[in-house]
């Protein structure tokens, strides 16, 4: 086992929470099991990874990650950088955060801009000098499409020079990385003197309050690190900024039920390290995420049982939706002990190029040869009221499962 020390502290030897297997598509390069540890210096909680499995976060990121998002046929998700409804709720409250601190001609860097749907936000709102960085060089292209100066680079190595900007923008770019750290040392290399920071994680201070679906905050396992308001601010102290002002919101992220706890705040570079409160309330910090854990395990321990019952009828299953909830219960639930007869997904990236201990994934024609006595286990959990009455108009007569 690695044991990677905390990121936030340093301490060695942290607590192990958990290890939850996810599961994995067939020549996949992201990791399968998530282990979970928690830090007993400071109560952070993280991922640990093998060198190998960091390599291959890499490879996934472009060759799995983004071809997918940008092959979605995104109705009310949130396609990185998009200007859907619940994008633009997150843009508004990101902005309405940062607005004391965009003064006109304001140098802004959005660090982690995906294809520029932030930037393109703050150009309607102001008149700044705005740049962005991606590490993914099809979005970085999506965004320069739409005029803006955008070049491939990643938070933990920025390929700008000292001092330049006036604003710093990470929004859902820290949980990603192994080194967060080294994204605030960049961030107080280019940020000129008393230049702000403004950050928003996934808060796991309330992963238990927001249910979506089993193990959802840790299923997305491209979020290595799960923040909470002190373990932010202590890294962020240790690297000499400041806090000003934090808030905790829920955003939608893919229809009303699929809710995110977000925690957004900004920091100001004052240079001095450390800087701050670096205590927080350990215990406080780590209860947060045992809860969690302990919730979500009664939840799998009832879908193992009904899934168990399942497999032992032999019926012919189909599933429908082929992402992490489906591998999940692939693989930790048993549903890989099914009748498994065949896989749907919409997406036209895992149609050509994603398979599943061998199987295909397909169209929804592929339901047409379904009896009566089949189950249909709809795991696109978002989608899945509308995907039922979609199979229902086509015909489908076998039984409707959700999860």
């Known amino acids: 086992m690695t044991r990677l ?4 502290c340093a301490a060695p030897a942290p607590e192990h929470l958990l290890s939850l297997a996810c599961g994995t598509t067939d020549n996949s390069t992201l990791y399968p099991t998530v282990e979970l540890l928690a830090c007993s210096g400071c109560g952070h ?22 071809p997918a998002n940008l092959a979605s046929v995104v109705k009310d998700g949130d396609l990185p950088g ?47 000098e705005l740049c962005g960085v991606d590490t993914t060089e099809t979005y970085v292209n999506r965004a ?24 710093l923008v990470v929004e859902q770019v820290l949980e990603h990385l192994v080194h967060p750290g080294r994204a605030f040392h960049e961030a107080g ?12 994680v996934p808060d796991a201070a309330r992963y238990n309050e927001l249910h979506y679906f089993d193990f959802y905050w840790l299923l997305m396992r491209e979020h290595i690190q799960h923040f909470q308001i002190d373990t932010l601010s202590r890294l962020a102290g240790a690297h000499g900024f400041e806090l000003i002002e934090f808030r905790q919101s829920a955003l939608p992220i893919m229809g009303e039920a699929m809710v995110m706890p977000n925690l957004s705040a900004t920091f ?16 406080s910090t780590s209860r947060a995420m045992k809860e969690y854990v302990t919730t979500e395990v009664a939840r799998l321990n009832v879908k193992r049982t009904m899934i168990r019952e399942l497999a032992r009828s032999r019926r012919p299953v189909y599933a429908w939706g082929i992402g992490r909830e ?7 639930a048993g549903l890989d002990e099914c009748n498994l007869c065949g896989l749907v997904d919409m997406n036209p990236f895992k149609q050509k190029n994603i398979s599943v201990s061998g199987m295909p994934i397909e169209t929804d024609a592929l339901l047409a040869q ?21 199979v229902r108009r086509n015909g489908y007569a076998g039984e409707l499962l959700g999860m």
């Open 5 to 8: 020390p905390c990121p936030v």
């Open 45 to 66: 909680a993280y991922n640990d990874l093998t060198p190998e499995e960091i390599s291959g976060l890499g490879t996934y990121y472009d060759k799995e990650y983004a």
């Open 82 to 128: 998009s200007t859907s409804a619940f994008t633009l709720r997150r843009y508004g409250q990101l902005h309405e955060l940062l607005a004391p601190h965009l003064p006109s001609g304001a140098a802004i860097l959005d660090v982690g801009c995906a294809v520029g749907g932030f930037l393109d936000f703050l150009s309607q709102r102001g008149s700044f």
């Open 144 to 167: 320069r499409e739409k005029g803006f100066n955008v070049v491939v680079g990643d938070a933990e190595r920025l390929p700008f020079s000292d001092h330049l900007f006036d604003v």
């Open 189 to 200: 290399r280019v940020l000129k003197p008393g230049g702000v920071l403004c950050i928003g």
């Open 268 to 283: 100001r570079f004052t240079n001095a390290s450390p800087c701050g409160d670096t205590t927080g309330d350990i215990d």
């Open 326 to 332: 489906f591998l999940y219960l692939y693989a930790a």
């Open 370 to 390: 379904a009896g009566q006595d089949s189950a249909l286990l709809i795991t696109a959990i978002a989608h899945k009221e509308s995907i039922g009455q979609q």
